[in-house]
Nanobody
Framework: QVQLVESGGGLVQAGGSLRLSCVAS????????MGWYRQAPGKERELVAR???????EYADSVKGRFTISRDNAENTVDLHMNSLKPEDTAVYFC??????????????????WGPGTQVTVSS
């Protein structure tokens, strides 16, 4: 019924840049906060950045000043611009909608939704 799909991951050298994009599709009624999380091998998933519908942002200390999150409420998209990438930024990056409200047959449902993830690899 609804899904999030990420794009833009890849391999980049340290100091380089990447832009991740995520689009929500389906029978969407509304989306609350949208965000990006990441999970490196052997580590727990952690918050990278998130943004409210009004544009208020929150960043992990490790990415402040290097990453910028933005969203387009009309298009149901959220982007993550990553600059000055470091090898420790290597992880699978997941888009999240917290929450998403959508039409499910005859009623509205509300859930937190995750995308399948996109790999970001930063070489030293």
């Amino acid at each position: 019924q609804v899904q999030l799909v990420e794009s833009g991951g890849g391999l980049v050298q340290a100091g380089g840049s990447l832009r991740l994009s995520c689009v929500a599709s389906g029978s969407i009624f509304s989306i609350g906060r949208m965000g990006w999380y990441r999970q490196a091998p052997g580590k727990e998933r952690e918050l990278v950045a998130r943004i409210t519908t009004r544009g208020r942002t929150e960043y992990a200390d490790s990415v402040k000043g290097r990453f910028t999150i933005s969203r387009d409420n009309a298009e149901n998209t959220v982007d993550l611009h990553m600059n000055s990438l470091k090898p420790e930024d290597t992880a699978v990056y997941f888009c999240a909608a917290e929450p998403i409200t959508y039409y499910a047959r005859t009623r509205l449902e509300t859930d937190n939704l995750w995308g399948p993830g996109t790999q970001v690899t930063v070489s030293s």
